[in-house]
């Protein structure tokens, strides 16, 4: 089935035909005509299956013609997100009159404020700096037809509830509402109940799924050898551009300076930089100016970074839901990524919880030629083979789930 039966407006389907989209994907397939029925809908699929256009699209369709009055309204929980599906939206609408805007915090109001004096028809917004908008009465929220709460769950990790619910009070009842969210925990279901009408759920694949295409691998080790460890990956991966994730943003600064100090072109990104660091370190990053990006959880939700090769998790995530996330990175658009995890005593349980939650059990592998100490871990009999450990004795050959290059060593990226 193609774009063009699925209802959309002529302007918008030239739109998406300049971005280069051939075919709907199968929430685009699915949520579109439910949407344009005017029926609430919950999404719920994995990052990058084309959520964004699958509510982007009908919105715009619905909109039709500018007006002097913000009618749909978007709420993401980072800035990030937030500025990514502006982007997004001034795509599909390029052959539109349509204006989008986007409002996120870390930054002056003065632009922001402009921008809507100047009048818009979609605003993208994180829910602080929304709400400031409204109660210093630069827009009003009055006339909101449409209302997209994305990526809910991260609203509700990010403590953002109790706005979310001040923004959906400030919206008129009669209006479409549309929700995405990885995981519908309890408290989502309560908004589900009170915000949304008889709503439809669209779920793509199993909530808990990871792409096909991903090679998964955990690399158990000493704590004390963990940066050796990433260190030793990166030298052997063919990678073109690798996320490292780390658990804390104190972590995630001394990893990028770890490997800044062995040449590698880093940029990191968590929520104590300045937006302006924040913006600088993905445009780099997307741009292919750093090769690694060295990221706390903010960067696994939905953020569109192309292209990335692997990912590292330099800490087992506590939360299993993002390992799902993290990995979400690589594999996109059926391009095939590896996975690597680095695991240490303590994240046993951690590890076994991501397991169970993606219900795959993981390789435990070893990388040929590491200089490994002893951890309780190679006593669990998973790596199916005697490992090599420093001062002790010499087991056989590992092989080992990733792509390596002969002579080691790194490119950098195309
Ligand atoms: P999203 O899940 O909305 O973040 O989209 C992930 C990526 O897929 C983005 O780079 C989109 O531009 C791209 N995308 C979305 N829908 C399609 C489509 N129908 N065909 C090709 N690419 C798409």
Redesign the pocket.
Known sequence: MSFSSLGLSDNILKGIRA???????PI?LRGIPLFLEGRDLIGSAQ???????AFGLPILTKLGKPADTPRALIVEPTRELASQVET?FRDFSRYSDLRTTVLYGGVKYGKQTDDLKRGTDIVVATPGRLLDHVSQKNLTLKNIQYLVLDEADRMLDMGFMPDVKKIIQKCPEKRHTSLFSATIPPIIETIIQWAMKDPQTVEIGMRRSVADTISHSVYPVAFDQKNDLVLALLGKVDFDSVIVFCRTKVGADKVGSLLKRQNHSVAILHSNRTQAERERSLKGFRDGKFEVLVATDIASR?L?I?NVSHVVNYDVPQHPEDYVHRIGRTG??AATGDAFTIMVAEDRQHMEAVERFIGKKINREKMDGFDYKYTSLFDDGKLGSTPRFRGGSIGRGYSFGMSTRKGGGRRRRR
């Open positions: 971005m280069g989209y051939e075919d709907p994907t685009q990052t990058g299956t084309g959520k964004t256009a997004a939905g569109d192309a996109r658009a």
